[in-house]
């Protein structure tokens, strides 16, 4: 969207803003081992691992997955036992069958590549808007706003100086994007907010701050919660999200009976954790056969 659909005073703060960031840049940038690859594979495998996953667990997790499966073929071929294995740890499974999904179908689509515009990337498996604009922008340079909660509370804070609703923060967004080095502005919307536009913000340390609406016209902070770009998570603890995680995991050691489940994951009542069971069959992270349970891949174990 053009910067004339925003009003004024937004406006007129975007080139001072711009302009301060890009100087402060070299200075906020984090030591994320993603940040050194041009891969695309790379990337993508990172920012599917960053959906809702602090950096600081993802780090290693990448590494490992990176050097197991350095190519989309190499996903693509391994068993997806073995993939929800590697990624054991980072929870949101659904992640890594979506990430094994997504390399079957760019070895069956794209020849192996991982697809450059944002509209072959949404077509990927687990790759929504945020993905798609983030390897698009840092995999092959495409001058696409990427858009977080951290970016969210930058915009609602530094520029907006009020709460954003969601498709004003991607008009913004966008119309703050630099007419080069896109990816570079990116990286550092993302690095302001993760290290100084925090959900408590350090504001005295903030090397913006100079530029910032709120820091000079005062007010309640206008960036509540996840400043309207994404939506709480709900509370995982009891969750049946962390119980089918605790079956995923106790099937990461081979196949089991459901009586060996119902014993390993005791107390959960039976009739839930069939239903359970029953959902990772339908969603294809788990296959029954002969009365066992195994990870998908592993299902020759069972006989």
Partial sequence: MPAGDLEAQ???????FRTSLRRASAGLRRDLPWLATGEPWAILVSEVMLQQTSTSRVREPWRRFIDTYPTPRACYAAPLADVLRLWS????????????DAAAVIVHAFDG???????????LPGVGPYTANAV???????RVAVLDTNVGRVLSRALANRVLRPREAHRLADALLPRDGVAAFNQAMLDLGAQYCTAAP???ECPVRATCRWRREGGQDPSPRSAGVSRPQA???GSDRQVRGSILRS???????VAGLERELAPVEAPRLQALLDGLVHDGFVVMRGGFAALSGDEAASH
């Fill in 235 to 237: 509370a995982y603890d």
């Fill in 136 to 142: 698009a922008s840092f995999a092959f340079g495409s």
């Fill in 10 to 16: 937004i406006i007129d703060a975007i080139a001072p």
């Fill in 251 to 257: 099937l990461s050691g081979g196949p089991l009976d």
């Fill in 89 to 100: 740890g980072l929870g949101y499974p659904r992640r890594a069958k979506a990430l094994h």
């Fill in 113 to 123: 590549e991982v697809p450059t515009t944002v509209a072959e990337l949404l077509g």
């Fill in 202 to 204: 350090r504001c005295h």
